[in-house]
């Protein structure tokens, strides 16, 4: 007689456990139990294998002048990410405008936006590892449907991506409802990011058509922060803003007043863009050299009152891209690196050797909270160093009492200052050509462009020739040829 709980054969086949045999089970439970701690010891690893692929070789890639120990590329982000030809159309004009002349000859069509955006998404997710900021850019997002936009949003986020959708914000409340919230009125997403392109060299904006200052425009900025307040009341949806602006010399002695009335209402970063002669050349009405990184970030600080020390964290090459980030209290803004302390600079070594990588944002509380605990597990100092940091800070900004009190009058968040300059499509373009024969130009203005497009932190995906293209080089050389071509595809007129 066969022991109870032993196998026996089966003439039909492999050996079956009889009635009370346990010993089938067991095993099938250990594997699931051991899948599932392996799956979140790999879901809790500090930096993904890909990701860390994916910044190495962005440092190497970099030019030897901008590895240096404050910059970010390589160390701690693989840069931002753009998607193009998705939907190039815009219901706004500016002088000037990146635009290509054909641009604007496009339909929108949410079909042809969201098969783009899977195919540029999935390539970046190859290319650049499984997280990165990505901005929904190539025409006014707000002329997608809101289920096109959602999708496109939901699709970014599916490859990983944190999508920022770039707008000039002329759109109604309701929009965004429609935007954040599905038929059942639940919110499609925990969060959303919004960037909106304010300035007076915008033409067509509803109450404003033909703005003639900056002033002008401050209740439409409050508007638009007031949208998402609302639905924030409403709903609970959490939100990030940006406020964009292009700066000429018609509008450069204007920037700090703006700063001024910008600050309190509401965005958690104000980003510059000095003008350059790129895209529709039908709107460059004057010369744009006048106004550089220097002088925006001039009437920047005098907007604020004092100095914003951007040193202590670079972004790139400083020629292309100047960053401080830091948060405002009160009305005071404090870096969270001041370049004039040795120990700010020392802690920022340590943050990059042992925290590079780690997505602090995107990620789940409890799961980010295992991924420091592993990281401070290897490098338990970090945990004093990080505390005098942030000691430091405390004494920087004005002390816990002043911080306190500037949480309670709501005057506490977070603020990035960034200037963004753009190069001129007559450098832009015989520089790309070259690089891409792998020539190194012997004139010296073609061979900083080139060092520029090496360094750039703004990348957009072409799978179909498995290049990553600089922003610069895709309006300057790309746009041309792919809105031509999008005219024929989408065009405004459909014939039946």
């Given at each position: 007689?066969?022991?109870?709980?032993?196998?026996?054969?089966?003439?039909?086949?492999?050996?079956?456990?009889?009635?009370?045999?346990?010993?089938?089970?067991?095993?099938?439970?250990?594997?699931?139990?051991?899948?599932?701690?392996?799956?979140?010891?790999?879901?809790?690893?500090?930096?993904?294998?890909?990701?860390?692929?994916?910044?190495?070789?962005?440092?190497?890639?970099?030019?030897?002048?901008?590895?240096?120990?404050?910059?970010?590329?390589?160390?701690?982000?693989?840069?931002?990410?753009?998607?193009?030809?998705?939907?190039?159309?815009?219901?706004?004009?500016?002088?000037?405008?990146?635009?290509?002349?054909?641009?604007?000859?496009?339909?929108?069509?949410?079909?042809?936006?969201?098969?783009?955006?899977?195919?540029?998404?999935?390539?970046?997710?190859?290319?650049?590892?499984?997280?990165?900021?990505?901005?929904?850019?190539?025409?006014?997002?707000?002329?997608?449907?809101?289920?096109?936009?959602?999708?496109?949003?939901?699709?970014?986020?599916?490859?990983?991506?944190?999508?920022?959708?770039?707008?000039?914000?002329?759109?109604?409340?309701?929009?965004?409802?429609?935007?954040?919230?599905?038929?059942?009125?639940?919110?499609?997403?925990?969060?959303?990011?919004?960037?909106?392109?304010?300035?007076?060299?915008?033409?067509?904006?509803?109450?404003?058509?033909?703005?003639?200052s900056e002033a002008e425009l401050h209740p439409f900025r409050q508007q638009f922060v007031q949208m998402f307040r609302d639905l924030r009341a409403a709903t609970g949806l959490r939100y990030y803003l940006a406020h964009n602006m292009t700066v000429t010399p018609a509008n450069l002695g204007q920037v700090a007043e703006t700063v001024r009335a910008v600050l309190p209402m509401g965005f958690s970063m104000m980003s510059f863009q000095p003008a350059a002669h790129v895209g529709d050349d039908r709107r460059w009405k004057e010369s744009y050299t006048a106004v550089d990184a220097d002088a925006v970030w001039a009437e920047l600080e005098k907007g604020l009152g004092q100095r914003i020390a951007h040193e202590g964290i670079e972004f790139g090459d400083p020629r292309c891209n100047r960053l401080a980030f830091g948060f405002l209290a009160g009305g005071r803004w404090t870096p969270f690196v001041d370049p004039d302390s040795a120990a700010d600079r020392a802690a920022r070594e340590r943050f990059f050797a042992h925290w590079g990588g780690l997505a602090f944002s995107g990620t789940p509380p409890l799961l980010l909270l295992v991924k420091i605990a592993r990281v401070l597990r290897h490098h338990p100092d970090d945990a004093a160093v990080a505390a005098r940091w942030f000691a430091r800070l405390l004494r920087r900004a004005g002390g816990l009492r002043h911080l306190v009190r500037a949480a309670r009058a709501g005057t506490l968040g977070l603020m990035t200052f960034e200037v963004h300059s753009f190069m001129d499509a007559a450098d832009v373009g015989p520089a790309w050509e070259l690089m891409q024969q792998g020539v190194e130009s012997d004139d010296p203005r073609i061979r900083a462009t080139q060092e520029r497009l090496a360094a750039c932190t703004y990348s957009m995906a072409h799978p179909e020739t498995g290049q990553l293209v600089p922003a610069c080089a895709q309006h300057s050389v790309l746009d041309v040829t792919e809105n031509a071509q999008l005219r024929r595809l989408l065009p405004l007129t459909v014939v039946g």
């Open positions: 007689m066969p022991r109870v709980g032993s196998v026996q054969p089966d003439a039909g086949g492999p050996a079956r456990p009889l009635p009370g045999d346990d010993t089938g089970a067991m095993p099938s439970l250990l594997r699931r139990l051991r899948a599932t701690w392996h799956g979140f010891a790999d879901r809790s690893r500090p930096v993904h294998p890909e990701t860390a692929r994916a910044l190495r070789e962005r440092w190497a890639a970099l030019p030897a002048h901008v590895q240096t120990p404050a910059q970010t590329l390589g160390r701690h982000a693989v840069g931002c990410e753009g998607t193009h030809g998705v939907f190039p159309k815009c219901n706004l004009t500016c002088t000037p405008c990146y635009h290509s002349a054909d641009a604007n000859k496009v339909r929108v069509d949410g079909g042809h936006t969201l098969r783009e955006i899977e195919s540029q998404m999935s390539f970046l997710r190859e290319r650049r590892g499984p997280y990165a900021h990505a901005q929904l850019i190539g025409g006014e997002v707000s002329l997608l449907s809101p289920d096109d936009h959602a999708a496109a949003l939901q699709a970014m986020r599916d490859h990983g991506r944190s999508p920022m959708s770039m707008t000039h914000g002329d759109f109604d409340p309701e929009y965004l409802r429609d935007l954040v919230t599905g038929p059942d009125g639940t919110l499609r997403f925990d969060r959303i990011s919004f960037a909106a392109h304010v300035d007076s060299l915008m033409r067509g904006r509803r109450g404003a058509v033909r703005p003639r």
